[in-house]
């Protein structure tokens, strides 16, 4: 039971603890509310239109390989056949064709994007990470689009909470501060004091071909138990100890997204020093254009020393700029992002993620625009919003592939 604070001018820590409590016990019913009946998250299905976009063939062409056989026939919630009607697919239903497609199909790595076995294992895995010094710049959200995307894709994704906040694991419909108090998050597979493997705090989630791995407030120990296992040459170093988690798990996945925490500290040294991508939010305003190069300069001399710490350069396949909460009316945004064209070049993405009131109506259940029944929201509103993601997310996904070599 909620127990409430009188308003007064002495405000102790017993009192901001039955605060916590409160808050706590009221988001997990509100979440609970929200998920009924399971009381847990649950992937919906989706269109035609939605599968022929995800599977790059035409609405026409996956009508036909229904029809022909090809195709099994799909069936709805109460297992009644759709031959006759509108067909609604199953993430493994969508996964199931593309393994059709994948061996009739004319180009075969079209449906199976992910890395491939026949390139004598040189399609490395690869692991991004979406950073910036400033908090409200969409990394989280940014995250959580693109994991589901590329799942929905083909890819074969392990998205990592390393934010202490945790609210990439909250995107998953986890409670961290109620679920995770006895450990099973990042921290414990990094922690200096026996670590376990990757693999024991990776969580299979509701979405097909997408796991995860969450974070809660312990990670921020993290910082302090880095300082002193430098002090004492702890080995593996902080620089490694990530690497060397995902190394032990990387056959199971083609990528890896990693939602870093605002600032530039261990956590997010750790997980730049694992990375083969890097991917910096900006929303198109002056002070956060501002925040972002005193981050980049941070960045550079602090990777410069950690490189000396290490005795190895410290290198990325591709780093991209990606201009969020962009509205393209807004005469100064739009100034802005000619800026950062003008001085960053190629390197700023050319699709912006568009603030947009579909992405904020689907965050307050903890969803995304893939997620969320396109029922309750303006239908135009959400497919401006999916036309901006998908566009990100495939520009990301060229320069993925651009890496192995295709």
């Known amino acids: 039971m909620n127990q409430l604070v009188d308003f007064r001018s002495d405000v102790g820590a017993m009192d901001i603890g039955i605060y916590a409590d409160s808050l706590a016990d009221s988001l997990d019913r509100q979440m609970k509310l929200a998920y009924r009946p399971e009381n847990g998250k649950k992937l919906r299905k989706f269109g035609a239109r939605e599968v022929a976009e995800l599977l790059r063939m035409s609405p026409s062409n996956l009508r036909t390989k229904h029809l022909d056989g090809t195709f099994p026939e799909v069936l709805d919630e109460e297992g009644e056949d759709k031959k006759s009607r509108q067909r609604f697919y199953s993430a493994q239903e969508i996964d199931q064709i593309r393994d059709i497609m994948s061996t009739v199909g004319k180009n075969p790595s079209l449906y199976r994007p992910g890395r491939s076995k026949k390139n004598g294992g040189k399609d490395k895995l690869q692991t991004i990470v979406v950073c910036n010094f400033k908090g409200g710049s969409g990394k989280t959200s940014t995250c959580a689009h693109l994991a589901q995307r590329w799942a929905l894709r083909g890819y074969r994704v392990l998205a990592i909470d390393m934010d202490p906040q945790a609210s990439l694991t909250t995107y998953f419909g986890h409670r961290p501060e109620l679920e995770f108090g006895e450990g099973g998050t990042i921290y414990d597979a990094i922690r200096y004091a026996d670590p376990v493997p990757l693999s024991d705090v990776i969580r299979k989630t509701y979405?097909?071909?997408?796991?995860?791995?969450?974070?809660?407030?312990m990670l921020s120990e993290?910082?302090?138990?880095?300082?002193?296992?430098?002090?004492?040459?702890?080995?593996?170093?902080?620089?490694?100890?990530?690497?060397?988690a995902i190394e032990a798990v990387q056959d199971n996945y083609d990528l890896v997204i990693i939602d870093s925490p605002p600032q530039l500290g261990f956590i997010t040294l750790t997980a730049l020093t694992a990375a083969t991508g890097l991917i910096v939010t900006?929303?198109?305003?002056?002070?956060d254009i501002a925040s972002m190069s005193q981050f980049l300069k941070l960045a550079s001399e602090t990777i410069k020393a950690v490189e000396e710490s290490i005795s190895r350069p410290v290198s990325w396949d591709f780093m991209r700029f990606l201009i969020t909460r962009y509205e393209p009316s807004d005469g100064?945004?739009?100034q802005m992002a000619g800026y950062l064209r003008t001085i960053l070049g190629p390197n700023v993405l050319t699709e912006p993620m568009l603030k947009s009131t579909a992405i904020s109506d689907a965050g307050m259940t903890q969803q995304t625009i893939y997620e969320v029944d396109p029922g309750q929201l303006v239908r135009k509103t959400l497919e401006r919003a999916l036309s901006s993601m998908n566009g990100v997310a495939d520009e990301l996904e060229l320069a993925i592939q651009k890496v192995w070599g295709r």
């Open 207 to 217: 979405f097909h071909n997408l796991d995860m791995v969450p974070a809660g407030l």
């Open 222 to 244: 993290y910082e302090t138990e880095t300082a002193a296992a430098l002090s004492k040459r702890v080995l593996p170093l902080f620089a490694d100890r990530l690497s060397m």
């Open 282 to 287: 900006v929303v198109p305003g002056m002070l």
């Open 332 to 334: 100064p945004q739009t």
